[in-house]
């Protein structure tokens, strides 16, 4: 049995517009009920390429990497930002719920907004491992289906998450090897 996704009313009874009511919940444990994701993957080695991975994730580098649009007012992530990506026809709004900003961690997670074909949050954090030297993204989310197409194609949409999952990582990587050159 999957839950419903929010009503219009519900929706507009939550912070800030936002879709769910777990708002912060990628920064702990992950709510039930939800689809989790955890992905993590080393992309460099070192301080430099710690400070190349988080400006790329907080300057929507990694989104555009992955073949995202974006839209926005800011530069750079900052909590109470909203945001809008495209893909294709979808239009995916989300809202930056927290920012990381901490020595050796740092990223944000943005939850979704009314028009999101999906509800939950997701968490791009970059951390780096003083010891080992190296530089690891993470990327953590919970979700659900927030529309009927979504629901119905459910299968579909866990693999395009894993897809563009994937890219993201792929764009964090990209984005370090070319500060090497």
């Known amino acids: 049995q999957h839950p419903q996704p929010p009503t219009r009313a519900m929706m507009a009874s939550r912070p800030g517009g936002l879709t769910y009511l777990e708002v912060g919940a990628t920064s702990g444990v992950l709510p039930a009920g939800y689809h989790h994701v955890h992905e993590s993957a080393t992309v460099g080695s ?10 790329t994730v907080a ?18 992530a900052v909590a109470g930002q909203d945001a809008t990506f495209g893909l294709g ?19 944000f997670a943005y939850g979704t907004r009314a ?23 993470e990327i953590v989310a919970f979700s659900k ?3 009927w197409w979504v629901r119905l194609g459910a299968p579909i949409g866990r693999r395009v998450q894993a ?19």
């Open 59 to 76: 300057n929507w580098g990694m989104h555009r990497g992955a073949g995202l649009a974006v839209r926005t007012a800011a530069l750079t």
């Open 115 to 137: 028009g999101h074909p999906e509800c939950g949050e997701e968490l791009f954090v970059v951390q780096f491992d003083e010891a080992s030297q190296a530089v690891r993204i």
């Open 89 to 107: 026809p979808v239009t995916i709004p989300v809202r930056i719920v927290y920012v990381v900003d901490e020595p050796n961690r740092k990223g």
């Open 145 to 147: 289906p927030g529309t």
């Open 163 to 181: 897809f563009v999952t994937r890219r993201y990582i792929r764009a964090v990587r990209a984005s370090v090897a070319r500060s090497r050159v």
């Open 46 to 55: 070192g301080r430099e390429d710690f400070e190349v991975a988080a400006r």
